[in-house]
T-cell receptor
Framework: DVKVTQSSRYLVKRTGEKVFLECVQD?????MFWYRQDPGLGLRLIYF???????EKGDIPEGYSVSREKKERFSLILESASTNQTSMYLC?????????????FGSGTQLSVL | GENVEQHPSTLSVQEGDSAVIKCTYS??????FPWYKQELGKRPQLIID?????GEKKDQRIAVTLNKTAKHFSLHITETQPEDSAVYFC?????????FGKGTSLLVTP
């Protein structure tokens, strides 16, 4: 069974802090993604990566950056956290290729920025 | 990017009835259309998908139909059960990125 693990289930940070959200997958997947989920807005893509050290902006990249130094790990970085970044963050991975098929999601990190 | 619209946002049906959720997309290059189910407090999971060269696909009580000309696709759940209660997301895929609809909260009442 594919396992996508997010480092924290709940996280509370203060405005202006630098925040790291970590995601690890154990199935040698090529593609990895970061989404944020807000009530009524669905799942919105922040960034994705289709290879090590490669990254592409999604629909809402402002205020975020990512890092993929190893194939299994994809990190989301909030350079200076703001209250409007309070949200559920979901990491996902998929085997690879195009079209991208069958995402496997992590269990999410609920981030609160105070 | 791709714009995916999903309707309705909430849907309440009685156990045993059918439920239909509809999505439209804007990018004619989209070629893969998955549906994800997210139960309360859990992660989204793929339940069914369809590729652009297929018009309909069925898996037990769930089916998906695709009309490429009209750029819309639908999820059909028959004989609904309380465990079908969840949020359902459609998506359209062009290349690497999935673009999701905003979700439909389905409630099946006994």
């Amino acid at each position: 069974d594919v396992k996508v693990t997010q480092s924290s289930r709940y996280l509370v940070k203060r405005t202006g802090e630098k925040v790291f959200l970590e995601c690890v997958q154990d199935m040698d997947h090529e593609n990895m993604f970061w989404y944020r989920q807000d009530p009524g807005l669905g799942l919105r893509l922040i960034y994705f990566s289709y290879d090590v050290k490669m990254k592409e902006k999604g629909d809402i990249p402002e205020g975020y950056s990512v890092s993929r130094e190893k194939k299994e790990r994809f990190s989301l970085i909030l350079e200076s956290a703001s209250t409007n970044q309070t949200s559920m963050y979901l990491c996902a991975s998929s085997p690879g290729g195009s079209p991208n098929e069958k995402l496997f999601f992590g269990s999410g990190t609920q981030l609160s920025v105070l | 990017g791709e714009n995916v619209e999903q309707h309705p946002s909430t849907l309440s049906v009685q156990e045993g009835d059918s439920a239909v959720i509809k999505c439209t997309y804007s990018d004619s290059a989209s070629n893969y259309f998955p549906w994800y189910k997210q139960e309360l407090g859990k992660r989204p999971q793929l339940i069914i998908d369809i590729r652009s060269n297929v018009g309909e696909k069925k898996d037990q009580r769930i089916a998906v139909t695709l009309n490429k000309t009209a750029k819309h696709f639908s999820l059909h759940i028959t004989e609904t059960q309380p465990e079908d209660s969840a949020v359902y997301f459609c998506a359209a895929v062009t290349g690497y990125a999935l673009n999701f609809g905003k979700g439909t909260s389905l409630l099946v009442t006994p």
